[in-house]
Nanobody, 115 residues
Framework: QVQLVESGGGLVQPGGSLRLSCAAS????????MGWYRQAPGYQRELVAM???????NYADSEKGRFTVPRDTAKNMVYLQMNSLKPEDTAVYYC?????????WGKGTLVTVSS
């Protein structure tokens, strides 16, 4: 079983940057993919970016060039670096791990982009 805890959310102005952190514990295998989803009020949860065990990052098309997913495997940490933030980025952001066909989720951290 994998446990995920997000942190780093808060209020940021449009055009600003924010870095989210996800601490993972439990059984983390080399084949585990990790990344981020988000959910805004009135919308379904959507993929932001996923870092695969093979080293590639899969982004939603709208996030390419703005978001990156650094990972520190030694510390079981994954991050979401968000740049050029827009009001439409406002959402609860969830850390996600994929192990086989099983998804593991953190409780989420709120990001609000507003002036």
């Amino acid at each position: 079983q994998v446990q995920l805890v997000e942190s780093g959310g808060g209020l940021v102005q449009p055009g600003g940057s924010l870095r989210l952190s996800c601490a993972a514990s439990g059984s983390i295998f080399s084949g585990t993919d990790m990344g981020w989803y988000r959910q805004a009020p009135g919308y379904q949860r959507e993929l932001v970016a996923m870092l695969t065990s093979g080293g590639s990052t899969n982004y939603a098309d709208s996030e390419k060039g703005r978001f990156t997913v650094p990972r520190d495997t030694a510390k079981n940490m994954v991050y979401l670096q968000m740049n050029s933030l827009k009001p439409e980025d406002t959402a609860v952001y969830y850390c996600n791990a994929v192990k086989g066909w099983t998804h593991y989720w953190g409780k989420g951290t709120l990001v609000t982009v507003s002036s």
